[in-house]
Structures are given as structure tokens and as C-alpha cells.
């Protein structure tokens, strides 16, 4: 409930880190599809809050940085991955963002990239 408040907030800054949150929340079941602490379609739209942070050039770096790091957590959802491989103006949004060079936006392009590609280290 204290995420969903701060959700609501008129500022920005603190809305995209509770949608953070919420995103983090949302995948601690990782890639087990039968862990689902969300409800059904919960996950699609965090995903598309996030969306709009991530192609809204009028938004500061920061915000999309933190957009990006909520999608690199729900990229684990089937479902938020198959919708956003589709999507070629947030896929363009992610690129520039990791193309800005800043070491704190690559956690959450490199592992959206990742998730999105199934690119994952074999062990």
C-alpha cells in the first residue's frame, strides 16, 4: 500500500522509484511462472508505466534510467517480454538511454536487452 501512495504522487521522481519498487515486487517469483505475486495483467501494466517514462523525451535521464531498471525486472514475465519485443519506440528508447554512456543505466538496459533476448549465461 505504502508503494501504491507513493505511486500517486504528482512527482515524478518519486512516482518512477515506487513503479520500481512495484516491479521489484512484482517479479521476486523470477523465471518460475507459477510464483506469481501479482495479479493477472498486473505485471503488463507496470510494464506500460514504465513504457511511458522510457519514450517520453521530455522526460529527464533519471526517469528513464529508473524506468528502464523496473523493466529490466519485469523482462522475467513472459508475457511483459512478448508485448515489449514488439514495441519498436521503447526498444529505440532503451538503446539511446544505454547510448547517454552513464554506468548507472547500463544495470537496467543490459539486463532488459538480456531478458528480452534470453540471452542468459549457461553454467
Not at 534510467?65 to 519485469?74: D, M, P, Q, T, Y
Request: charged share 30%.
Amino acid at each position: 500500500d505504502i508503494l501504491k501512495t507513493l505511486y500517486k504522487s504528482k512527482n515524478d521522481h518519486i512516482k518512477v522509484r515506487a513503479l520500481v519498487g512495484m516491479c521489484k515486487l512484482g517479479s521476486s517469483g523470477g523465471h518460475d511462472a507459477s510464483m506469481r505475486p501479482l495479479a493477472d495483467g498486473s505485471s503488463e501494466k507496470l510494464a506500460e508505466a514504465c513504457r511511458r517514462f522510457m519514450i517520453n523525451p521530455a522526460k529527464d535521464r533519471d526517469l528513464r534510467k529508473w524506468a528502464a531498471e523496473g523493466l529490466a525486472f519485469l523482462t522475467l514475465d513472459a508475457d511483459v517480454k512478448e508485448k515489449l519485443v514488439e514495441d519498436e519506440a521503447a526498444i529505440k528508447a532503451l538503446i539511446d538511454l544505454g547510448r547517454t554512456g552513464g554506468q548507472d543505466v547500463m544495470y537496467g538496459v543490459i539486463t532488459t536487452l538480456v531478458n528480452l533476448t534470453n540471452s542468459y549465461d549457461k553454467q
